[in-house]
Each structure stands twice: as structure tokens, then as C-alpha cells.
């Protein structure tokens, strides 16, 4: 592996006039020099835990990613001198962009803001978790590039002709029609996307049993719903019509997070014990009212994750039960009686024809004739 590795930075070294002009023509500055080596494809290793650990950046993708215009070491910024020493920590996202300032205050860029309600929200952990939190999301769980940055359009001329007439740079124009033009369109993930989103860990039966053992013996509560809760979305009224398509049924977010400050709010999921929680036993009419505009306490009352579990809802379960007795023996009944009548008819001579509307036709051996 070292040897492969020293390979690619030969290579590097010999590719560097080549590249410098190859990558200017992607329109992506490499200021720092990373992509001296880290363009090339196939760089990258298998680590001691047996994952695949891809290190190569392709500068045509990357430059049309939300990031392009943060430098490499912004992220990075354990990386002093290059080359750089083997990487202990990892990008953490509460860093400080040194290079880009935020034009509304003038300070340096950051997303302190989002991570501060993040941290606070049950999902909010380190960048390198121990224990129990390593299942929670942090925010390159949610947020990668490719499933982030859907293909930006290119700005209409007719937009850019108006801009350039006092902005001159038809490029500082086109960044910044993306950068708004995505938002004012509300371009955002669809319900199906944040139902699977959600789902990937609180559907994994596992993950969730083993947050109800921890839990247990940490004596901590867990909310009533918690080891049901996309099972049992999927089974409600909202679940199955957003599942065909729906786009007024609620998704997991139209619940558990505030349409106020919606894209804050989605980082500061709370349990519904907590009362900010919109689904808390406070402020769960309000939130039925978003669409149910009738709803009431006993319409709020009614159940968004319903469950037949007997821990849950014993009387539904029970109910299913029963009815599912019934429902066996009326069909038990049923053939019963259909077989019993085929055999005796049989006794009697009869086969199966159908004549006049009815198929028991032929003499009888008993003497029992059907008569018209
Ligand atoms: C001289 C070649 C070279 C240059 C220039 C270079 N790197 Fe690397 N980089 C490597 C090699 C080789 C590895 C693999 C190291 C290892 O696995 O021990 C690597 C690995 C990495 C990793 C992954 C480490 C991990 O295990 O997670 C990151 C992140 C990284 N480089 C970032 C950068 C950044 C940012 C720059 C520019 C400031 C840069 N590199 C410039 C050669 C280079
Ligand atoms: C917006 C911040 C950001 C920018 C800008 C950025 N990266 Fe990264 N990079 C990350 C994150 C987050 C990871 C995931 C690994 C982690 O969590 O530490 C990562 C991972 C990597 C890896 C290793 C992949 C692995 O499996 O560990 C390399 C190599 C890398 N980046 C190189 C670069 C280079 C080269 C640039 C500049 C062209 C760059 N990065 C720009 C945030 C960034
Ligand atoms: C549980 C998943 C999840 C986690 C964890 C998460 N986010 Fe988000 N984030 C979302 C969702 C959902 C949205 C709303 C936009 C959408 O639907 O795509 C969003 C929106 C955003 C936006 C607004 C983007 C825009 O273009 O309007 C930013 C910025 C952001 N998140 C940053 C972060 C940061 C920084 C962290 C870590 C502190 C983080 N997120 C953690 C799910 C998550
Ligand atoms: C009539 C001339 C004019 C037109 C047309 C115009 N701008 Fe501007 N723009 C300005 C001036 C002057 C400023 C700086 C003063 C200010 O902030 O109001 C500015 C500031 C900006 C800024 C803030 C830059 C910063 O770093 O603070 C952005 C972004 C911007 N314009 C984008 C656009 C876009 C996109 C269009 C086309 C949809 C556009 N402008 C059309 C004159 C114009
Ligand atoms: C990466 C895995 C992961 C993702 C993705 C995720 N969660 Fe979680 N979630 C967890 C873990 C782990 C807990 C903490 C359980 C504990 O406290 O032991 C949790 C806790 C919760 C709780 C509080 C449970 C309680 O009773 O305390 C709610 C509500 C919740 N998540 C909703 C959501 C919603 C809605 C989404 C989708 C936007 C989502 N989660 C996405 C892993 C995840
Ligand atoms: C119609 C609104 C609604 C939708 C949609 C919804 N939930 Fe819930 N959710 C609730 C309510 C209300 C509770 C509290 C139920 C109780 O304890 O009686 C809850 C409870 C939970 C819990 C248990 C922890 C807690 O806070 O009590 C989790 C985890 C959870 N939901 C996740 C999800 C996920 C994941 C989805 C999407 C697949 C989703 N929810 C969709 C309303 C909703
Ligand atoms: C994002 C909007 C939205 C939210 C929030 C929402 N619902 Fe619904 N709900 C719908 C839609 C759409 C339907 C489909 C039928 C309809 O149009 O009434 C529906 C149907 C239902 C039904 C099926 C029977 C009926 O009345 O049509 C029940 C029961 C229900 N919702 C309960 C709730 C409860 C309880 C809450 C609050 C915890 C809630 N809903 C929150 C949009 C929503």
C-alpha cells in the first residue's frame, strides 16, 4: 500500500504541468495544489476495518458542488504543510471558513448557527462519537454533496443579459443566480426522500433495539412510539398516500419539525416530551391544524404512528385477534359446507355441468330427482 501511495505522488509530480492547464480549463482553481495528487482517479485505500476510503477529488464535480468556492484548507484546516502528514481528525462542520466572510455581518463564514440548534437537538453529537451516539446523525450523514446539490440550471440569458449590464462578469452573475434562484424556488428534498432519510435508521430494527437496551439500563425514557415509528408511518392514512404519491400528506418532518423557521427547526428535532416539540402533548392540535384546519384535542388525539402491538395498543391488538378468529371460521364454515354439499350431490349421481343455470343435472341414484 505505502508503495502504491508513493506512486501516486510520482505520478503526481509528473503530471503537474499537464494538470495545471487541465484543470484551469474545468474553471476550478486548485490555489492550495491538493489536486496535484488527490485528482487522480482510483487514489485511495482500504483501511484496517475493511472500508474503502475513496481520496480522490474530481475537479469538474467538485466545482459545481455548493462548496466550490471554499478553499481545501478551510475544511481541512489541519492540513499546515504539504505534503501532508497521515489525517487523525476529520472535517468538523462548526469550523470557521477563514477565506469567505458572510456579506450580511462581514465576519468569517460559518454554520455555527445551525450547529448550535443542532447540537442541542437529540440527534446532536461530536464529530468523532463514542458509544451510543455513533448512530446519530451528524451533518455529512444528511448532507452529502451528490444527494445535496441537485444539477443547477444554468441562468436564462435573459437574466444574465439584465445583470451584466452593471455587473459586467457574466460568472459572478451565474454564482450568484444559483445561489439564490434554488432557494426561491424551494428546491428541497421530497417527502419520499425524508421518509427514507429518517427511515434509514429508525427503521433498522436493530439500531433501535439497541437504543431501547441502552436506554433501560440507563434509566432513560424513551418516547412510547419510538421502536414502532416507521412501521407504524407506514401503516397510518399519511404513510400510504405519500407512499402513491401524495403531496399534501404529512412526511416525518412536517410533524416533527416547526414550519417557522422550517430549515433551522429540521436541525432541532426534540422528543415529544419536550413541549417545543410541535408534536408534544402542548402543542400537538396546532400542528394537526396546519392542514386539518377542523382539528380539535380529540381530532389531535387521534393516532399518527398506529401500531397492533400488544405493548402499544392492546385493544386494537386484541380486536385484530378476534377478528382474525372470526374471520377463519366463516371461511372455515363456508368451504365446510360447499365440500360437505359437493360429496352428498356426488353420492347422488350428480356432476359437474352447468344446463339451465345450474349444474346439478342427472338422474339420482336415490331416487331424488330435481324437478323444473
Ligand atoms: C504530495 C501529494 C499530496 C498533496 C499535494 C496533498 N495530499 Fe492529501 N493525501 C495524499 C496521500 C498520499 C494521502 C493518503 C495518506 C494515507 O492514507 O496515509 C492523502 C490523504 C488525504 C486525506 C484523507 C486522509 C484520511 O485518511 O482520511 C485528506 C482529507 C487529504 N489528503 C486532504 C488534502 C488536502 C486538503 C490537500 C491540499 C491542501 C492535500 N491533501 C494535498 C497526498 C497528497
Ligand atoms: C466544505 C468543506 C470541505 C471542502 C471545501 C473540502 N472538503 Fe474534503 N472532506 C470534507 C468532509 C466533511 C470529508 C469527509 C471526511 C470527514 O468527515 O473528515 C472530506 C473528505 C475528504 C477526503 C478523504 C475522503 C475520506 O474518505 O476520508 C479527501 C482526500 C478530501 N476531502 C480532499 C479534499 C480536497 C482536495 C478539497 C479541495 C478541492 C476538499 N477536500 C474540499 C469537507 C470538505
Ligand atoms: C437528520 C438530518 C440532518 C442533519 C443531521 C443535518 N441536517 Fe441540515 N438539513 C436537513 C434537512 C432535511 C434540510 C432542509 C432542506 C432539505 O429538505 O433538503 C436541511 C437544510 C440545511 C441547510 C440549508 C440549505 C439550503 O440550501 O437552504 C444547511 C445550511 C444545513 N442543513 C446545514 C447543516 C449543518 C451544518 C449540519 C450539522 C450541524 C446539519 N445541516 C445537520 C437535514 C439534516
Ligand atoms: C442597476 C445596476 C444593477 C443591476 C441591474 C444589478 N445589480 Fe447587483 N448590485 C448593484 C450595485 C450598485 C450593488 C452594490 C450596492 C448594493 O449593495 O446595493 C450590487 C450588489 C449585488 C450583490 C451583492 C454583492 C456583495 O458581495 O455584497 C449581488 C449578489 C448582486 N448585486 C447580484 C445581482 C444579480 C444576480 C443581478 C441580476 C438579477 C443584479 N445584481 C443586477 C447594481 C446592480
Ligand atoms: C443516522 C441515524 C438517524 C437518522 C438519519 C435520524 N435519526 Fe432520529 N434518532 C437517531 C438516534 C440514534 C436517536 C437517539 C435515541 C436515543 O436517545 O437513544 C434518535 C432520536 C430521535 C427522536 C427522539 C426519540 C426519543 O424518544 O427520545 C426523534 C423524534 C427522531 N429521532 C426523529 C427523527 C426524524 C424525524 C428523522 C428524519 C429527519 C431522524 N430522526 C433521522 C438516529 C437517527
Ligand atoms: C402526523 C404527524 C406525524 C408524522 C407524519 C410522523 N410523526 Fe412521529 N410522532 C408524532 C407524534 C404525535 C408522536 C408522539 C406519539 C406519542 O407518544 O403518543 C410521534 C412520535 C415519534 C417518535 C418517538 C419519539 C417521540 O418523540 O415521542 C419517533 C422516533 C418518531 N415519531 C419518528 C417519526 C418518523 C421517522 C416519521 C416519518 C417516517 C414520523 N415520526 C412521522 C407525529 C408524527
Ligand atoms: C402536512 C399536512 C398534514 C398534517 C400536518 C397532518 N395531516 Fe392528517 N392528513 C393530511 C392529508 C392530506 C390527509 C388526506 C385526507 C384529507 O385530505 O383529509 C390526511 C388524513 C388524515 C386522517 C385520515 C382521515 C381524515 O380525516 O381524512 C387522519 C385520521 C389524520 N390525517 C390525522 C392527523 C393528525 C392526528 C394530525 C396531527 C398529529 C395530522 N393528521 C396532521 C395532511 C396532514
Known amino acids: 500500500m505505502r508503495n502504491t501511495l508513493k506512486l501516486v505522488f ?32 482510483k487514489m485511495g485505500r482500504i483501511t484496517e476495518d475493511g472500508t474503502l476510503r475513496q481520496y480522490y477529488i474530481i475537479p469538474h464535480i467538485f466545482s459545481k458542488t455548493v462548496h466550490r468556492n471554499v478553499p481545501c ?26 477565506s469567505i466572510k458572510n456579506p450580511a455581518t462581514g465576519k468569517n463564514f460559518s454554520h455555527k448557527p445551525i450547529y448550535a440548534k443542532y447540537i442541542k437537538s437529540t440527534h446532536g453529537r461530536k464529530k468523532v462519537a463514542q458509544g451510543n451516539d455513533r448512530d446519530k446523525p451528524y451533518c455529512v450523514t444528511c448532507h452529502t454533496n451528490p444527494i445535496y446539490n441537485p444539477k443547477e440550471d444554468e441562468p436564462p440569458k435573459r437574466i444574465v443579459d ?31 426522500e425524508i421518509v427514507a432519510l429518517c427511515s434509514s435508521c429508525h427503521g433498522d430494527r436493530r439500531l433501535v433495539e439497541r437504543h431501547m437496551r441502552a436506554a433501560k439500563i440507563e434509566g432513560r ?65 396546532k400542528t394537526c391544524k396546519r392542514c386539518h384546519t377542523y382539528a380539535d384535542k380529540n381530532y389531535a388525539a ?16 386484541y380486536a385484530e385477534v378476534v377478528y382474525g378468529w372470526v374471520g377463519d371460521v366463516v371461511l372455515f364454515l363456508l368451504v365446510g359446507m360447499a365440500v360437505f354439499e359437493t360429496i352428498g350431490r356426488r353420492r347422488d349421481g350428480v356432476i359437474w355441468k352447468i344446463r339451465k ?13 330435481r324437478k323444473i
Open 10 to 41: 510520482l505520478l503526481g509530480l509528473i503530471g503537474f504541468g499537464y494538470s495545471q492547464a487541465s484543470w484551469a480549463i474545468e474553471g476550478f482553481e486548485d490555489d492550495e495544489g491538493c489536486l496535484l495528487c488527490h485528482k487522480y482517479p
Open 73 to 98: 484548507t478551510d475544511c481541512h484546516s489541519y492540513i499546515k504543510q504539504l505534503p501532508h502528514k497521515k489525517v487523525k481528525e476529520g472535517v468538523k462542520c462548526d469550523s470557521e471558513c477563514h
Open 162 to 192: 439584465r445583470c451584466v449590464v452593471c455587473h459586467e462578469d457574466g460568472k459572478f452573475v451565474a454564482n450568484w443566480y444559483r445561489h439564490t434562484s434554488r432557494r426561491i424556488r424551494e428546491v428541497k428534498r421530497s417527502s419520499e
Open 221 to 285: 425514557e424513551l418516547g412510547r412510539k419510538y421502536p414502532y415509528a416507521v412501521e407504524s408511518y407506514k401503516e397510518s392514512f399519511h404513510g400510504k398516500i405519500t407512499h402513491y404519491g401524495n403531496k399534501k400528506a404529512p412526511n416525518c418532518l412536517d410533524c416533527h419539525a416547526d414550519y417557522e423557521n422550517y430549515y433551522m427547526s429540521v436541525h432541532y428535532i426534540r422528543p415529544s416530551r419536550d413541549p417545543i416539540s410541535p408534536v408534544s402533548a402542548e402543542r400537538k392540535v
Open 302 to 317: 387521534l393516532d399518527p404512528h398506529p401500531t397492533s402491538n400488544k405493548d402499544d395498543n392492546p385493544f386494537r391488538h
Open 357 to 369: 343455470g345450474s349444474s346439478w343435472w342427472r338422474p339420482s341414484r336415490r331416487g331424488r330427482d
